[in-house]
């Protein structure tokens, strides 16, 4: 590997760097200081589906809330009535015409209709002022009956105010979600005085007609939307710019079933923790043991987090202008010194021109947005293009590393993103551009064309395509698991458990930086000879990406990320000298093993042909 150009303007540029440190360092004291302010979390439960589940078995719902209340509970999901809602509270009595038309022949009843009339009296009667479809009065059997076209049961009618009125005075954290129906004329304009509000569906009410979501967006009021983790709602962004939101995480039943409770509880640990979730969203198990027993493992593991159970009062990340654009140069300069310190220095230009190119164009040209992801695609790269000679090097990658953390947070994170509204776009590249970054740096210093010849006409051994092909199968590995999510490489169960334990009882770090460091130690130390050395350097620089790649989540609290960071670098540089010291035994004992000396096939054949001592006379 050729040693790194030194070009006249190094100092020059890590000076601009440093300089620019300095307000991304303010700016990342200021996220810390408002992350703490932001760690108390609603464990709200869908009160219809605990309603069900005390009528199952014979208790009555509030003795049910009780009995979860003790256990950390203190918030509850009501959902908007329904016409039909009002029929089972004995409010209206709604009939079939064809049933009506039985009960009062000749009475010019229409089959194909519903009637409601009321048994609360003016109840019916309200109803249809609050919806567009045409109804009509009539009289049948001596009663004053409604006349729908349609069956009007699962109409929208409402909040139930009476319920809601009581659960609050209980002191709890109640979430409304209300139904979209385009029969209502006003939606919105009754709903009740709650903190939040969940929408239904993969839209919120007006997402489809602009005049409607703006007045959506004023009915508002005070009320934050909740942002649903995995269900994003068409029209959703338009009320978090005016209103800010609510990150809530919630478990469809089917997946909830299909885990214990104590698997549930740390998902919901997780979700709070690390993923600034203010809304748990929670529905019971079948059976009321499993759901105390996940209610009572996830106050412990809450606690244990420093989470508080309290109604959460959200204010919005604002990070200062200034600061950022100050912050804007030095990804910038780091790039520049990048691409001068390749050995071919117009090449390592043309790299780094084509990076930034592609950096802002995936972030349409916004300047922060895209010197984040310039940052987070450089520092990695930049600490093995100075310098790789010796073990001693990696704490200089890794120092550039963590420097350029400091530049992707000061950059990336603002309100949108902080929110998990606006994701970190170029993730894939994190990963795949510091590798090609620095290969590229590992071309020697002659003209490219006989660089391009010499590897054409390179002789390549069997064990030569095993490497390659084992380097490729990791790579492929590493790049299909990244994020939170895999498509193509799931996790084992053991791993699955390993990793629950893990972030139970502390942060877990990633895999990829307990890998990635030990194999860039030991590319580093020089033990192994020729490109051997090269590849697991390129395995480093995974880890080194890694880093960065931690801390492009910005809903997660960047102390946690640091954490995160810290311990892989910790076990990941013990384990790394570990390595090296039992590669050197490998190898010595590799070289110095000989096998012992056995007598040859033609001594034992003819044992008459050794000499024999000499007879004296």
Known sequence: MPPATRHPWTRALIGVILLSLIPALILAVQRVAYEQTQKTVALVMDYPALSLQARRFGLEPQALLDRYKALGLNGVAVYEDVIGN?????????????????????????????????????????????????????????????????????????????????????????????????????????????????????????????????????????????????????????????????????????????????????????????????????????????????????????????????????????????????????????????????????????????????????????????????????????????????????????????????????????????????????????????LLLVALSFLPRQDIRKTARDVYTAPIKLGDIAVMALGLAVFAMVFMRRGNTTSGASVTDTEARFRQGMQDSIVRPRFKELAGHPLGLLGLSGVLPGYFGALLILGGVIGQSSILNTFSHFHTPLLISAARAFIGLGVGLIAGLLLIEAVKFGLRLWHTYRPETQPSPASQAHPETQSRPEVQA
């Open 86 to 434: 009002l029929e089972q509270r004995g409010e209206i009595y709604i009939l079939p015409g064809a049933e009506l038309a039985v009960r009062y022949p000749g009475s010019g009843v229409r089959a194909q209709n519903v009637y409601v009339r009321s048994i609360k009296p003016g109840a019916a009667e309200a109803l249809p002022a609050r919806y567009t479809i045409p109804t009509r009065q009539v009289r049948v059997g001596g009663q004053v009956w409604t006349e729908w076209p349609t069956d009007p049961r699962f109409l929208p009618s409402g909040p139930n105010r009476e319920q809601i009125a009581d659960l609050k005075a209980q002191g709890l954290t109640v979430l409304y979600r209300p139904y979209a129906d385009d029969a209502v004329r006003v939606p919105g304009a009754d709903w009740p005085d709650v903190p939040f509000v969940a929408f239904t569906g993969d839209e919120v009410i007006g997402a489809r007609t602009p005049e409607l979501l703006n007045d959506i967006n004023e009915r508002l009021g005070q009320r934050l939307p909740a942002l649903i983790e995995g269900n994003p709602q068409r029209g959703l962004d338009t009320l978090v710019a005016t209103h800010g939101a609510a990150r809530m995480f919630a478990m469809n039943p089917s997946w909830q079933n299909r885990l214990g409770p104590e698997e549930v509880a740390s998902k919901y640990g997780l979700a709070a923790s690390e993923r600034s979730m203010r809304l748990l969203y929670l529905r019971p198990y079948p059976t009321v043991g499993e759901t105390e027993a996940m209610l009572s493992r996830m106050k412990t593991l809450l606690a244990t987090k420093g989470v508080q159970v309290n109604q959460p009062v959200i204010r919005p990340f604002e990070a200062n202008p200034l600061l950022r654009a100050l912050s804007l140069v030095g990804p910038l300069a780091a790039l520049l010194l990048l691409g001068l310190s390749y050995p071919l220095p117009r090449l390592g230009l043309l790299v780094a021109g084509g990076s930034a190119l592609l950096a802002f164009g995936l972030n349409r040209f916004q300047p922060f947005e895209g010197a984040a992801l310039v940052a987070a695609v450089t520092f990695p790269a930049l600490g093995l293009v100075l310098r790789r000679h010796r073990v001693s090097d990696w704490f200089l990658a890794t120092g550039l590393s963590l420097v350029g953390v400091l530049f992707v947070s000061a950059l990336g994170a603002n309100r949108a993103s902080v929110l998990g509204l606006e994701p970190f776009r170029g993730v894939g590249l994190t990963l795949l551009l510091p």
